[in-house]
C-alpha cells in the first residue's frame, strides 16, 4: 500500500522551502521598490534635492 495514500496523515509543509520562497519573495519586492526609486529619480533627478539645498546653489551661482 502506498504511504502517502494513508488517511489522517494530514498536509506536509517543507519548511525549507517556505523560507526560501518568503525570501525570494521579499527580495523581489526590495527590487522593485527599488527599481521604481531609480526610475523616479531618473525621471525627475532634482526632486531627490532638499529645496534649502537648491535654493543656496542658485544663490552662490548669482
Given at each position: 500500500?502506498?504511504p502517502?495514500?494513508l488517511?489522517?496523515?494530514?498536509?506536509?509543509?517543507?519548511?525549507?522551502?517556505?523560507f526560501?520562497l518568503?525570501?525570494?519573495?521579499l527580495?523581489?519586492?526590495?527590487?522593485?521598490?527599488?527599481?521604481?526609486?531609480?526610475?523616479?529619480?531618473?525621471?525627475d533627478?532634482?526632486?531627490?534635492?532638499?529645496?534649502?539645498?537648491?535654493?543656496?546653489?542658485?544663490?552662490?551661482?548669482?
Amino acid at each position: 500500500m502506498d504511504p502517502t495514500a494513508l488517511p489522517g496523515r494530514g498536509f506536509e509543509v517543507d519548511v525549507d522551502l517556505g523560507f526560501a520562497l518568503f525570501f525570494f519573495f521579499l527580495l523581489c519586492f526590495f527590487l522593485l521598490v527599488a527599481i521604481v526609486r531609480c526610475a523616479q529619480m531618473v525621471l525627475d533627478p532634482y526632486s531627490a534635492i532638499s529645496v534649502t539645498t537648491h535654493q543656496e546653489e542658485d544663490q552662490a551661482d548669482d
